[in-house]
Structures are given as structure tokens and as C-alpha cells.
């Protein structure tokens, strides 16, 4: 009897101990937190308090902006990129500079003429597929007859980058007089 008595007082001392241990840890943070954090959220984020009040206000994406809070500048989402129609993007008007023929040279190898040159990418994105085509024509300028090459395939072009091209074409019995090289087409 005594020592399950004993047992039971030790139990309900040690609790007793753990309750006031608790609380004073409780009360102790609950008065730190609250001293802590009522200065720091008034001095460094206000404009996050109004938005956690008021809402944010939303200014639409744009081109090159997500959708953003004109308040506290946090954004959401990702910018629409630019919608280009014949190189002029038609949400901003922003001009999108296209891929050019900056060199071209035509050789003869037997029954063939070699056409080739570099391209390079004016535009501010990286393009794929790129297309040059060739026109023959006689002393009229009359195209008699065109042909095509990739200069770039799916590994694709960066901006302000260059990439080589070539088209062997037989011409053997044909007699053309002058020839233009143009880029046809790229993704
Ligand atoms: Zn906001
Ligand atoms: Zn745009």
C-alpha cells in the first residue's frame, strides 16, 4: 500500500512539474512572439499588411511581365511572350528583327553549282528550322527555277548567332544567268 501510494505522489509531483515547466515555456513565447513580430510586420512589409487587408490589385500580364501586384510587387503566373505577326509583336508593337543572309558565295564543282553563306539571327528568340531558298533566273530576271536547303534544324539558332549553309544544285544544260539566295522560312 505504501509504495503504491509513494508511486503515485512521485507520478503526480513529477506532473505537476512538467505542467508548470510547460506553461512557463508557453507563456514565455507567447510573450516573446508577441513582442517580436508587431513592431517588425509594421516596419519592414507595410505594403504586404495592406495586401493581407485589402486584397492585392492585380495589373494584367503583359509581353514580358506576369500578372503583378501594383501594391507589393509579388507577381503570379508567367508573362504572355510576345505574339509575333510578320516580325511586329501585335499586343506591344515591339519589332522582333528576323533571320538574315549576312553572307552568300557560288562556286562550280563539275555539273554543279555550289551555293553557300551564313545566316544569322537577328531576333530575340531562338529559332529553328531554318529555310533558305534559292531562285535561278535568266537575264530577265524571270525565276526559271528554285531550290531549297535547312540552314538550322531542330538544334536551333540563338539570338545573335550565326549558322552556315550550302546547296549543291546540277545545272548541267541549263543555263541560267542570275541567282538569289533569301530565308524562306523558320520556326
Ligand atoms: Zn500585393
Ligand atoms: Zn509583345
Given at each position: 500500500?505504501?509504495?503504491?501510494?509513494?508511486k503515485?505522489?512521485?507520478?503526480?509531483?513529477?506532473l505537476?512539474i512538467?505542467?508548470l515547466?510547460?506553461?512557463?515555456v508557453?507563456i514565455?513565447?507567447c510573450?516573446?512572439?508577441?513582442?517580436?513580430t508587431q513592431p517588425?510586420?509594421?516596419?519592414?512589409r507595410?505594403?504586404?499588411?495592406?495586401?493581407?487587408?485589402?486584397?492585392h490589385?492585380?495589373?494584367?500580364?503583359t509581353?514580358?511581365r506576369?500578372?503583378t501586384?501594383s501594391?507589393?510587387?509579388?507577381?503570379n503566373g508567367?508573362?504572355?511572350?510576345?505574339d509575333?505577326v510578320?516580325?511586329i509583336?501585335?499586343r506591344c508593337?515591339?519589332?522582333?528583327?528576323?533571320v538574315?543572309?549576312?553572307?552568300?558565295?557560288q562556286?562550280?564543282?563539275?555539273?554543279?553549282?555550289?551555293?553557300?553563306?551564313?545566316?544569322?539571327?537577328?531576333s530575340?528568340?531562338s529559332v529553328e528550322?531554318?529555310?533558305?531558298?534559292l531562285e535561278?533566273?535568266?537575264?530577265?530576271?524571270?525565276?526559271?527555277?528554285?531550290?531549297?536547303t535547312?540552314?538550322?534544324?531542330?538544334?536551333g539558332?540563338r539570338p545573335?548567332?550565326?549558322a552556315?549553309?550550302?546547296?549543291?544544285?546540277?545545272?548541267?544544260?541549263f543555263?541560267?544567268k542570275?541567282?538569289r539566295?533569301?530565308?524562306?522560312?523558320?520556326?
Amino acid at each position: 500500500m505504501n509504495w503504491g501510494l509513494s508511486k503515485k505522489n512521485n507520478i503526480s509531483v513529477i506532473l505537476f512539474i512538467l505542467v508548470l515547466v510547460i506553461g512557463c515555456v508557453f507563456i514565455s513565447s507567447c510573450n516573446y512572439s508577441h513582442t517580436s513580430t508587431q513592431p517588425s510586420s509594421k516596419s519592414s512589409r507595410p505594403a504586404q499588411t495592406v495586401c493581407d487587408k485589402e486584397g492585392h490589385k492585380w495589373e494584367n500580364a503583359t509581353c514580358t511581365r506576369p500578372k503583378t501586384c501594383s501594391v507589393c510587387g509579388i507577381t503570379n503566373g508567367v508573362s504572355l511572350g510576345h505574339d509575333f505577326v510578320d516580325n511586329i509583336c501585335t499586343r506591344c508593337g515591339d519589332y522582333d528583327k528576323p533571320v538574315y543572309i549576312v553572307e552568300k558565295n557560288q562556286t562550280r564543282s563539275g555539273d554543279y553549282s555550289i551555293f553557300s553563306g551564313s545566316v544569322e539571327n537577328f531576333s530575340t528568340r531562338s529559332v529553328e528550322f531554318v529555310k533558305i531558298k534559292l531562285e535561278l533566273m535568266d537575264e530577265d530576271k524571270k525565276i526559271l527555277d528554285t531550290d531549297w536547303t535547312y540552314a538550322v534544324g531542330s538544334e536551333g539558332l540563338r539570338p545573335g548567332a550565326q549558322a552556315r549553309w550550302e546547296l549543291m544544285y546540277n545545272d548541267a544544260g541549263f543555263d541560267w544567268k542570275y541567282w538569289r539566295v533569301s530565308v524562306m522560312d523558320y520556326d
